[in-house]
Nanobody, 116 residues
Framework: QVKLVESGGGLVQPGGSLRLSCAAS????????MAWFRQAPGKERESVVF???????TYADSVKGRFTISRDNANNAVYLQMNTLKPEDTAVYYC??????????WGQGTQVTVTS
């Protein structure tokens, strides 16, 4: 059974930082494109960043320079370091694994709230 379990969300003030983690089981993330998505209340889910199996990262313009994705293939985990957080970053953040059209997995999400 494949599981992606996110952690690290929480409440933070504007300008603060959080580090999200995604622990994968049942798959080897080294063979997957890994990504973080987010969904704010009343909005569609949007991609934040993708990292290919060759570790090439593609960021949404809204987070470039503030967020950094990293992967630890040995520990089967992906991380999202989020700095200089803004209220508009408030959302549920989801971990995503993709190995083609028939092989995609989602985590359950972790809430990030940025407010003063």
């Amino acid at each position: 059974q494949v599981k992606l379990v996110e952690s690290g969300g929480g409440l933070v003030q504007p300008g603060g930082s959080l580090r999200l983690s995604c622990a994968a089981s049942g798959i080897s993330i080294s063979q997957y494109t890994m990504a973080w998505f987010r969904q704010a209340p009343g909005k569609e889910r949007e991609s934040v960043v993708f990292t290919s199996s060759t570790n090439v990262a593609t960021y949404a313009d809204s987070v470039k320079g503030r967020f950094t994705i990293s992967r630890d293939n040995a520990n089967n985990a992906v991380y999202l370091q989020m700095n200089t957080l803004k209220p508009e970053d408030t959302a549920v953040y989801y971990c995503y694994a993709d190995r083609g059209i028939w092989t995609q997995y989602w985590g359950q999400g972790t809430q990030v709230t940025v407010t003063s």
